[in-house]
């Protein structure tokens, strides 16, 4: 089985990227709010890289973004990481993240993370199991799809 190709993401990538992005998003309900401009989301405004994620068999398989922590300069935030369902337990994931964190600690930056505090949520076994330590939970700026608070657990790479 092919290995995933990592590459940084290019301004041609982003239609890919929705397409997969929706993907996810009707499989897993990720992003919680689909966004009116699902490739703006995927371009925050401290947007510091991106890269995505290719198999041979499948084309676009995998995306993840670098953004910077407002007031913390020796922060980058690890986002918007997804795996299309057609390619996962293909180390697509791990390949990304692993990508993410290696430029951030080359640049100086300390990764961070945060996902939605969901009971058996797949993405905070995947950072847990990857060495991402739990620091604590926060209530976002933003609702869920129902109007209700979301909360977010926040998690730092274990050095």
Excluded at 49 to 68: F, K, N, T, Y
Excluded at 95 to 101: I, K, N, S
Aim: hydrophobic share 40%; glycine share 8%; with cysteine.
């Amino acid at each position: 089985m092919a290995q995933p190709v990592i590459r940084e993401r290019t301004a041609n990538d982003l239609p890919g990227c929705v397409e997969g992005l929706r993907a996810v998003h009707v499989a897993d309900g990720y992003p919680l709010n689909w966004p009116s401009d699902p490739a703006g989301w995927l371009s925050p405004e401290l947007l510091v890289r991106a890269w995505i994620a290719s198999l041979p068999e499948i084309g676009p398989a995998g995306h993840v973004a670098l953004q910077g922590v407002p007031g913390s300069p020796e922060l980058v935030e690890v986002s918007r990481l997804f795996v299309v369902p057609t390619a996962r337990r293909r180390g697509v994931a791990e390949a990304l993240v692993r990508q993410a964190t290696e430029w951030s600690r080359a640049a100086g930056l300390q990764p961070v993370l945060n996902v939605v505090d969901e009971a058996r949520s797949a993405a905070m076994s995947f950072y847990e199991a990857s060495g991402w330590l739990y620091t604590h939970t926060t209530t976002a700026d933003w609702k869920g799809h129902d109007g209700s608070p979301v909360r977010l657990r926040h998690y730092r790479l274990s050095s």
